[in-house]
């Protein structure tokens, strides 16, 4: 089965700085790879994703990479905000079938 | 916006107990998940469900284990005889296309 692996496991940064997390997954035949957000005692709530068939998606200060060659994706934050701390967790799948998370960055912005 | 709705929030059972876990997902959406977390831990698949009938299981997702949609409306997470380390928070989700999973807000499960 599909095992992504993400790192760092956490990352600190200055207001105003960006943020980078990256994630590699094994299956060549995942195809959908969501980023969460879960807050302290929150849901999980998607804020980008990204299909194999496109490079990069923005959303603006949100964006993702995939290098399907690599068999790897990031999630950057740009203009990073306190509100931004949080953990985030990417994820890859076939359509959802048996969708394998990362074991998560937590994300602390220090303003 | 629609959400996921869970009940309970919170569960406590002594090992052994049966515990049912709700959720309804949002009304048009076709698939459904469960998924847990253990405290600090990642998300982890249980089981997906589409058409009434699982259409993906993990390697957790064992016997003790089952689902159901009772009615139009519920989807149910069964653990027939819990053990310890099914203390988790267990999240259902729901989709309407097989991507973008919006989760319910959890039932934290307490096995004493």
């Known amino acids: 089965g599909e095992n992504v692996e993400q790192h760092p496991s956490t990352l600190s940064v200055q207001e105003g700085d960006s943020a980078v997390i990256k994630c590699t997954y094994s299956?060549?035949?995942?195809?959908?790879f969501p980023w969460y957000k879960q807050e302290l005692g929150k849901r999980p709530q998607l804020i980008i994703d990204?299909?194999?068939?496109?490079g990069e998606k923005k959303d603006q200060r949100i964006a993702v990479t995939l290098n399907k060659t690599a068999k790897h994706f990031s999630l950057h934050i740009t203009e990073t905000q306190p509100e931004d701390s949080a953990v985030y967790f990417c994820?890859?799948?076939?359509?959802?079938?048996?969708?394998?998370f990362g074991a998560g960055t937590r994300l602390t912005v220090k303003p | 916006e629609p959400e996921v709705t869970q009940t309970p929030s919170h569960q406590v059972t002594q090992m052994g107990q049966e515990v049912i876990l709700r959720c309804v997902p949002i009304?048009?959406?076709?698939?459904f998940y469960w998924y847990r977390q253990i405290l600090g831990q990642k998300v982890e698949f249980l089981v997906s469900?589409?058409?009434?009938?699982?259409?993906?299981k993990s390697e957790i997702f064992d016997d003790q284990f089952s689902v159901e949609r009772p009615d139009g409306s519920n989807f149910t997470l069964k653990i027939r005889s819990t053990k310890l380390e099914d203390s988790a928070m267990y999240f259902c989700?729901?989709?309407?296309?097989?991507?973008?999973?919006?989760f319910g807000s959890g039932t934290q499960l307490s096995v004493l």
């Open positions: 469900f589409y058409n009434n009938e699982i259409s993906e």
């Open positions: 299956d060549s035949a995942s195809n959908y």
């Open positions: 989700a729901s989709s309407e296309q097989k991507e973008k999973l919006f």
């Open positions: 990204i299909r194999s068939n496109v």
């Open positions: 009304s048009n959406h076709l698939y």
């Open positions: 994820a890859a799948s076939i359509y959802n079938n048996d969708m394998r």
